[in-house]
């Protein structure tokens, strides 16, 4: 029997005979020759060259493209790997590349030359040039295998190099190489970083863990051995065709363990068995006839078959007692689930997988995950984005339970809320409570792995904005803020065909005559809105007063029939009377805009009549020998105007709501201008009022809204 053990990895290099037999086992001799020309080249390149190991340059090129052909890579991909240091060491150009072997790969090398710079950037701390990185490397998945393949060469050979390069990969490599191997299912690459970035980092610490799995090393070995029997005995009795394989945990797993304070007693999976079965059904079957014969471990039962990982891993596992009392990690999985679990997305780049025209969606989908958490982090701080992409793709997973039983995959410091828009948009939305482990719980409630949940939801019930504060997931987020963004915006189409009738009303209109199909398209065209709910909408966020709207369409507001009543005196255009007389020519003033019902007094200019102030306007002394008095005519319909400022800490939907209020309150807003000024955020409101009760009961209404500082009247 086979048992594998992480000892010190030594891992001789490979001549290029060595590449070429490996190719050969997979690859028909015209794809042979077509590598070829690419090493012809690569001898050219790398003529004379030496690596600090002291060995010829050539070495690792040839040894980056053998770990890449132990994954059954394309030709394209290991031909770019013996060459994908030419443009970075300047032995040719991107024109060169792409005369002599075509645009793939003159593309494929020059991303890999621009991860290559990636150190420098790290050192000036540009993440701008980071994220064009990741990006071109999410465009080809060619280039992140050979990028992961070299990074692994290179940690084999990192011992000859000094001691700050020597912690700056293992840092490099354990921030973003490994996490990325990780959310990519490359299993195989992940594990042999992990191991060689310890040996490294903490090689006392790795000691310790291979030396106690030596000292255990006979016993072990009998455990698995006797195990193994015990199983392959079942599943010949049920004539299951099978391979079965077994494994102590790795170094790396077991000092990560070890550190967190578990006992060497408590590590579950210390011993682990993998059965690979020909089909899905025969998975089932193994694990049932197993468990049937050897008591399982509450809560260790794990269906990714059903409920696959994002990386597209897919096993069954389980933890069982053997009779010699030892506890036994088990996997069951298909030979191709195996393939990907080990290689990840790369088992779908393979030269076997190349003849399948859905191969390229399948990895871009998985690809597709890099290139989205990119656009999300494009945010003004550029200077958070390497912290913010590391942590992200850092990101551990937890494993929780719907009351069926069905496995639920989210990330760590996730809450119910996450959990339920998860399963469905309409699910979270609805959520009011959660139960986690039958107790019920604070909807903001972190979950653990392994937690039960239970959702309690109530139809018609809506989500709150202050979800928005402690759920992780982007899932989660989108949909929230989806939710309110079509609340909002029905509620900004209901006030715009409320402005517009109320505006037909006052010119004695009828709505639907108005707004007919064919004057409907005109205003689209004359307007530069597609549709009446973007006119509804333009209307309720003042893009388009409800005036400008029917004057488009020639609709004018009629002129009032002046009927003579008798008087005792004439009413002014104003209607002020000045010194007891209607018969003095006046205006009211613009720096303080007086309302009707405020006291006021007059300012007699040269020239141009009476100026009509506010009492309290800042700009008038009222002990000057020109003030005279006035007062209102308490029979007069007009509507003055008044200028305010409206604070606010942030937009959201006041606007909106002002312009409800306005429209309530029978107040017309002939402008609204927001003001970004001094860190200082207000609304710039001209609006026409019929008196001062009306206007102060505007202005205390405003005060209420959320987000609103305060309102001032403004005098100039």
Request: aromatic share 10%.
């Amino acid at each position: 029997m086979k048992v594998w053990y992480r000892r010190l990895i030594i891992i001789k290099d490979h001549s290029y005979d060595e590449l070429i037999d490996l190719l050969k086992s997979y690859m028909e001799s015209e794809y042979i020759d077509f590598v070829n020309k690419y090493y012809e080249q690569a001898k050219k390149i790398y003529e004379g060259m030496k690596r600090k190991t002291g060995d010829d340059y050539i070495t690792h090129p040839i040894n980056v493209a053998y770990i890449l052909a132990t994954l059954y890579m394309d030709p394209l991909t290991i031909g770019c790997a013996l060459i994908h240091e030419a443009i970075s060491l300047e032995k040719m150009t991107y024109e060169e590349i792409e005369e002599m072997f075509g645009t793939d790969s003159a593309n494929i090398v020059s991303s890999v030359t621009k991860i290559s710079n990636l150190r420098q950037t790290f050192k000036v701390n540009n993440p701008e040039k980071y994220r064009r990185i990741i990006i071109g490397l999410c465009d080809s998945p060619a280039t992140l295998f050979i990028k992961f393949a070299d990074r692994l060469h290179n940690l084999r050979t990192l011992k000859v190099h000094d001691e700050e390069h020597v912690k700056y990969i293992i840092e490099e490599t354990q921030n973003i190489y490994i996490p990325m191997a990780h959310r990519l299912g490359m299993k195989k690459i992940k594990s042999e970083m992990e191991d060689l970035c310890l040996q490294y980092s903490d090689p006392e610490g790795y000691n310790k863990v291979l030396d106690k799995i030596n000292a255990s090393k006979v016993e072990l070995e009998k455990s698995l051995s006797r195990m193994k029997y015990e199983i392959m005995q079942i599943l010949d009795a049920h004539n299951i065709k099978y391979e079965i394989l077994s494994r102590v945990k790795s170094v790396r797993g077991i000092y990560n363990k070890l550190k967190k304070g578990k006992k060497w007693e408590d590590i579950y999976d210390l011993l682990g068995l993998r059965v690979l079965v020909n089909t899905t059904e025969d998975c089932y079957r193994v694990i049932g006839l197993v468990q049937s014969k050897y008591q399982p471990l509450p809560n260790r039962f794990k269906d990714y078959i059903a409920n696959p990982k994002v990386n597209m891993y897919q096993s069954l596992h389980t933890t069982i007692f053997g009779e010699d009392k030892r506890i036994y990690e088990l996997q069951v999985r298909t030979y191709e689930m195996d393939e990907i679990a080990e290689k990840g997305v790369a088992s779908h780049w393979s030269y076997k997988e190349q003849t399948d025209g859905s191969v390229k969606n399948k990895v871009d989908k998985i690809l597709e995950q890099f290139r989205v958490l990119v656009e999300v982090n494009d945010i003004k701080e550029n200077s958070d984005f390497f912290v913010n992409i590391k942590d992200e793709l850092k990101r551990t997973d937890i494993y929780v339970y719907t009351p069926k039983g069905d496995i639920i995959e989210l990330p760590s410091g996730s809450t119910p809320i996450d959990f339920a828009y998860k399963i469905h948009s309409e699910v979270g939305n609805t959520t009011t409570g959660a139960l986690v482990n039958s107790k019920m719980v604070k909807l903001d409630y972190e979950l653990e792995d392994g937690d039960l949940v239970e959702l309690i939801t109530q139809k018609g019930h809506a989500p709150s904005k202050g979800w928005l504060k402690f759920v992780k997931t982007e899932g989660a987020k989108s949909r929230i803020k989806s939710y309110f963004y079509k609340k909002e915006r029905e509620k900004y189409l209901e006030l715009g065909h409320e402005m517009l009738l109320n505006e037909c009303k006052k010119r004695y209109v009828d709505f639907n005559e108005t707004f007919s199909e064919e004057n409907i398209a005109k205003l689209c065209k004359l307007l530069s809105v597609d549709s009446i709910d973007d006119l509804y909408f333009s209307v309720a966020t003042m893009r388009y007063l409800p005036s400008t709207v029917l004057s488009k369409l020639e609709i004018h507001e009629p002129k009032r029939r002046v009927v003579s009543l008798p008087k005792k005196a004439s009413k002014t255009n104003n209607g002020i009377i000045i010194a007891g007389s209607t018969d003095i020519l006046s205006s009211l003033a613009t720096c303080c805009n007086p309302v009707f019902g405020e006291d006021i007094v007059g300012y007699i200019t040269r020239g141009y009549g009476v100026k009509i102030h506010a009492k309290n306007c800042p700009n008038i002394d009222l002990n000057s020998e020109r003030i005279i008095e006035a007062k209102w005519d308490n029979d007069t319909d007009n509507k003055y105007t008044a200028k305010l400022k409206v604070f606010i800490d942030d937009v959201s939907d006041i606007l909106m709501n002002i312009v409800t209020i306005a429209t309530k309150s029978d107040i017309n807003i002939d402008s609204i201008n927001l003001i970004n000024r001094n860190k200082e955020m207000f609304y710039d409101i001209t609006c026409k009022v019929k008196n001062i009760s009306s206007l102060h009961t505007f202005i205390d209404e405003v005060k209420l809204i959320n987000s609103v500082k305060d309102v001032e009247r403004i005098f100039i």
